[in-house]
Nanobody, 123 residues
């Protein structure tokens, strides 16, 4: 069992930055690939970013490439999502997730989920 807790969300203006954190407890985080997803009101949950268990591979949804950076610190059992140049369309609840599937963008591939943190970007 892995427990995930997100933090770092908030209300910001367009162009601002936020850093989301995901704290993990339970089983060794380094055994799992990590993903960040988001869900806006009235929309389906959307893949945002992925990082492999070792941290050696990352990938992003096209809409955040060049603006968001996913990272992890396995020693601290933490994962992060640095979000720069935020846009109003980035407004959503952001979730971190852990799973065993390589390079997956599907929510179904992730076993453990946090409760989410709200990000709101005003124009």
């Amino acid at each position: 069992q892995v427990e995930l807790v997100e933090s770092g969300g908030g209300l910001v203006q367009a162009g601002d930055s936020l850093r989301l954190s995901c704290a993990a407890s339970g089983r060794t985080l380094s055994n799992y690939h990590m993903g960040w997803f988001r869900q806006a009101p009235g929309k389906e949950r959307e893949f945002v970013a992925y990082i492999s268990a070792s941290g050696g591979l990352t990938n992003y949804v096209d809409s955040v490439k060049g603006r968001f950076t996913i990272s992890r610190d396995n020693a601290k059992t933490m994962a992060y999502l640095q979000m720069d140049n935020l846009k109003p369309e980035d407004t959503a609840v952001y979730y971190c997730a852990a799973g065993s599937s390589w390079s997956s963008r599907r929510a179904e591939a992730y076993t453990y989920w946090g409760q989410g943190t709200q990000v709101a970007v005003s124009s």
